[in-house]
Every structure is written in structure tokens, then in C-alpha cells.
């Protein structure tokens, strides 16, 4: 089973609406994947997704309210087969927290987006609430991508 993890800093606004982009993306293709998100920090362990990301996602017709915000463990490396950082601060922290064993592919969100390669997605946490929005159409087209480059194009 092909998996991924979604990482932002305090995994409640980017990775989380992220994770739910590439459920959505599994769905559409009938397939059941191992997708999760994860922090860089520890400041909001155990919370819900912010109230404006619950929102976008709820637009959506997706449901954030089971997810909870958790840190990446070194665990995660071995767990998922990608790891993707919505920011290039997050790539840098996990390519430091890798182990040599590891096989997990770490890449840049919007890497997979040809002309928007070493853009990061923009944190809407102290932003307007428009700036979710702007996250959501972000990762949407990111995760569409990373979908069709590892599992092939929707059926």
C-alpha cells in the first residue's frame, strides 16, 4: 500500500487540509492509502485542525474533525513511502531527522507542481481567513499531482 504523510509546523492548518486533499484524491481513484500529517512542532499536540481549515475542508464536503495535530517521529520514516513538506523550513528539519535506512522520499509540495517548484505553500495561519483558501487551492493541485506521478492518472 502506497503511503504518505503531510508536514507543517504545527499540523493544524496546511498538512491537515493536505491530508485530506490527497483522501480525497485516493477516493476518486478507489483505492485505500495510508495518508496522515504531522507537525515540526510541538504547540498544538492533540488539537483540532483550526476553526478556518475545518471550514475550507467542510466545503469541501470533507470532515477534519477526527484529525488531531501529532509531531513526525523518526517511526515515520520507515512507515510512509512519501514525505511531504508544505514548506522548504519543513524539508530542511526532516531531511535532518531522516535515518540513512530509511526509504521514505521527502519532496517539497509544490515541487510536484512544474511551475511552482521551490514555492512554498504560504502559511494562512496569521493571515486573513482568505488565506485558507489560497492553502486549499495549493495543496488541492499539489496532492492532485503527486497523485498522478505515483499512482498514475485517475480511471
Same mark, same amino acid.
Given at each position: 500500500?502506497?503511503?504518505? #504523510?503531510?508536514?507543517?509546523?504545527?499540523?493544524?492548518?496546511?498538512? @491537515?487540509?493536505? +491530508? #485530506?486533499?490527497? %483522501?480525497? +484524491?485516493?477516493?476518486?481513484?478507489?483505492?485505500?492509502?495510508?495518508? &496522515? *500529517?504531522?507537525?515540526?512542532? !510541538?504547540?498544538? =499536540?492533540?488539537?483540532?485542525?483550526? @476553526?478556518?481549515? %475545518?471550514?475550507?475542508?467542510?466545503?469541501?464536503? =470533507?470532515?477534519? *474533525?477526527? #484529525?488531531?495535530?501529532?509531531?513526525?517521529? +523518526?517511526?515515520?520514516?520507515? %512507515?510512509? &513511502? !512519501?514525505?511531504?513538506? =508544505?514548506?522548504?523550513? !519543513?524539508?530542511?528539519?526532516?531531511?535532518?531527522?531522516?535515518?540513512?535506512?530509511?526509504?521514505?522520499?521527502? *519532496?517539497?509540495? =509544490?515541487?510536484?507542481?512544474?511551475? %511552482?517548484?521551490?514555492?512554498?505553500?504560504?502559511?494562512? /495561519? /496569521?493571515?486573513?481567513?482568505?488565506?485558507?483558501?489560497?492553502?486549499?487551492?495549493?495543496?488541492?493541485?499539489?496532492?492532485?499531482?503527486?497523485?498522478?506521478?505515483?499512482?498514475? @492518472?485517475?480511471?
Amino acid at each position: 500500500m502506497t503511503s504518505f #504523510l503531510f508536514v507543517c509546523t504545527g499540523n493544524i492548518c496546511r498538512s @491537515p487540509l493536505a +491530508e #485530506l486533499a490527497m %483522501r480525497r +484524491e485516493a477516493e476518486l481513484r478507489g483505492l485505500t492509502l495510508d495518508i &496522515d *500529517s504531522a507537525a515540526t512542532g !510541538h504547540w498544538n =499536540l492533540g488539537e483540532a485542525p483550526d @476553526p478556518r481549515a %475545518r471550514a475550507i475542508a467542510s466545503r469541501q464536503n =470533507l470532515d477534519a *474533525s477526527p #484529525l488531531r495535530a501529532r509531531l513526525v517521529t +523518526e517511526d515515520d520514516f520507515f %512507515r510512509f &513511502d !512519501h514525505i511531504i513538506a =508544505l514548506d522548504r523550513s !519543513h524539508l530542511a528539519i526532516l531531511k535532518q531527522m531522516q535515518p540513512r535506512q530509511s526509504k521514505a522520499r521527502l *519532496s517539497l509540495m =509544490l515541487d510536484h507542481l512544474p511551475d %511552482r517548484a521551490g514555492q512554498d505553500v504560504v502559511d494562512p /495561519y /496569521y493571515g486573513p481567513d482568505e488565506g485558507f483558501i489560497t492553502t486549499w487551492q495549493d495543496v488541492e493541485a499539489g496532492c492532485a499531482a503527486l497523485a498522478i506521478a505515483s499512482l498514475g @492518472p485517475r480511471p
